[in-house]
Nanobody, 120 residues
Framework: QVQLVESGGGLVQPGGSLRLSCAASGRIFRINAMGWYRQAPGKERELVAIITSDRSTYADSVKGRFTISRDNAKNTVYLQMNSLKSEDTAVYYC???????????????WGKGTLVTVSS
């Protein structure tokens, strides 16, 4: 089994910063990509940022404010969020495409989410 556990959410004022972490554990042969999605109340889940071995991709709404990074030795992905806005309020979910054995194709795994609230 594979588990993804997020941490770092909370309440922050507009203009503030937060850093989210997501650690993958369990039967992992290779992590192909890791990323963050978010879901605001009444809205669909959307991609925030994704990181592979050679590049990072961001949603237009967070470019220049958020930075995704990855520590392969720790199977951990981070999301540094700066200049936060009220519209960034959402539950943030970690996602990883993980291969559990060399003869298996990768499949997506999800964390349970961490709430980020941006409010004064």
């Amino acid at each position: 089994q594979v588990q993804l556990v997020e941490s770092g959410g909370g309440l922050v004022q507009p203009g503030g910063s937060l850093r989210l972490s997501c650690a993958a554990s369990g039967r992992i042969f290779r992590i192909n990509a890791m990323g963050w999605y978010r879901q605001a109340p009444g809205k669909e889940r959307e991609l925030v940022a994704i990181i592979t071995s050679d590049r990072s991709t961001y949603a237009d709404s967070v470019k220049g404010r958020f930075t995704i990074s990855r520590d392969n030795a720790k199977n951990t992905v981070y999301l540094q969020m700066n200049s936060l806005k009220s519209e960034d309020t959402a539950v943030y979910y970690c996602n990883a495409d993980i291969t559990t054995a060399p003869w298996y194709a990768g499949r997506p795994y999800w964390g349970k989410g961490t709430l980020v609230t941006v409010s004064s």
